[in-house]
């Protein structure tokens, strides 16, 4: 701070405080709702206070489910697990492997090879959804853990990461490689792989959090209720035909399950998420 | 940008760029080849007969004056959450950086809504404002307020465009602090000995050096309003009340797989996929450029 003003110091924190109320209210709110029973959250004013039924509810919503669909919370929580792990980790698999042969080797078509990655940046799913839907189903993967994880694992932005970062790596750590006798692959698993410990931890974080966040495309493909993430799960426990339909306390337990796990993510490893955020933009 | 010293093998390059090449083959290239395909013929509900129409279903499109409001509305939601997202973000993002001791204390407390899904984020709210018993519905009631957004377009555009801000707050927020703690601080200090108060140190020194980062976050929320909000729009308003929050990619969704109208549905994909370039060329093209990090 440049110079004392008591003033601005109290502004300061005042507007911070209140910012984060603000960004936390609705959350907070959410885990209060999860804690009550069907009559109080009923209660208009809805009191803010938790409620004491958590344990209850929560027992509800992962044996039983919730509303028309009644689908185990239990098991949409592993459908979005298997998802976000799926692509986290295929996404980073396959995009090393294609940073390492576009970055380590000379090759005819290097880059055209190249480019057509780069362009799939400026393809997202949502503008082509029907023709993607097509081929899904033509190839037989609708309803199935591979439809829901492998159209979406392609990613021009971790390829580039890993580009990037193996654009720093010292020429001569290869060529020492290569003097010892070192073919690529043994190159890229003794050395390469583990010096990208860090980018993966962070391209790990924002995937598994993308991946968990899905919400068009499972909606789409998995017809089968019993394959839906929970993400999906969650706005179809909300009857569209009156109030009084809706398990809101219910409801908002099992919106507090799917927060749970990307922002543990998150609190867990936010050194790593920054990272994985800032450098993914540049 | 090349290695001087690189492996060499006529397969092994090959072998190992054919996942990532197969799948953006198969599940992109193809798709979208597919829709610009579709997107000139006009083909029955039940997918048995093609007719080329050449540029109909755009004309149509064009025509549309239901396509041209959704176009309206996209846009006007877009500005909303940009710079709702924006201001606020950055006013958290000046703040958090004068306090340095804690500055991270806040970035933690700050950073989460990022996890949070667009759809439960979409959840979290509604629950809010449900009319009937949302607490802030409660109270905007006790203000005076007529609060309906099922049935009042403004409160339904205006309540969309309050959950994509949230959730985009913190993604702004990160890189807003970003840019401003690498302002030189000896930068501010000698503004300060001139006797430039903080407001003034703000609009004469810190925001024109933050213009890029603006800039930067700009054309992402652009991208993120137009393309990432499916599921707020989805959860929250379903589109309505009437058409008054069907944004492009909802129609697309909407047209394509509860219209069953292919060919219309292609060509507003074909428009999109025109949108994502020209935006990604912006920021590729003038972003990179000018913002540094």
New interface residues.
Partial sequence: MLERRPYLDLLTYTVLTLGVIIIAFPVYLTVVASTMSAEQILAVPMPVLPGGHFIENIRTVLGRGVGESANPVGTMMWNSFIMAMGIAVGKISISILSAFAVVYFRFPFRRLCFWMIFITLMLPIEVRIMPTYQVVSDLGMLNSYGGLIIPIIASATATFLFRQFFMTVPDELTEAARIDGAGPLRFFKDILLPLSRTTIAALFVIQFIYGWNQYLWPLLITTDKSLSPVVVGVTQMISRSGDAATDWNLVMTAATLAMLPPALVVLLMQRWFVKGLVDSEK | ?D????????W???L??A???A??????????G??LY?SLYLQDAFGLGMQFVGFDNFTRLFTDPLYLSSFQITGFFAVGVAILGLT?AL??AY??D???RMASF?K?????????????????????F?P??G?IA??LKMMGVSWNYLLNSEQAMGLVILIAA?KQ???NF??FL?GLQSIPKSL??AA?IDGAG?WKRFWSITFPLLSPTTF?LLV?NVVYAF??T??II??VT?GGPGKSTEIL?FK??QD??KGLD?GG??AQ?VV??AI??GL?IVQFRYVERKVE?
Avoid at chain 2, 3 to 10: A, D, E, L, N, Y
Avoid at chain 2, 108 to 115: C, G, H, N, R, V
């Fill in positions: 940008m290695k001087k010293v690189v492996f060499h093998s006529r092994l390059p090959y190992l760029l996942p990532q090449l799948i953006t083959v198969i599940f992109f290239f193809l798709p979208a597919e829709a579709q606020s006013l958290l703040f958090a004068r306090v340095l806040f933690t407390l700050l950073i989460w809504p990022y996890a949070v899904a667009p759809a439960v984020a979409g959840v979290l709210w509604l629950f809010l449900n009937s018993i607490l409660y109270w949230w707050i913190s993604y990160l890189f970003a501010l200090e300060s903080p930067f992402v393309f990432d499916f599921a989805d959860a379903q990619v697309v969704y394509g797989f292919i549905s292609a994909s999109l996929m994502v370039v990604t990090y």
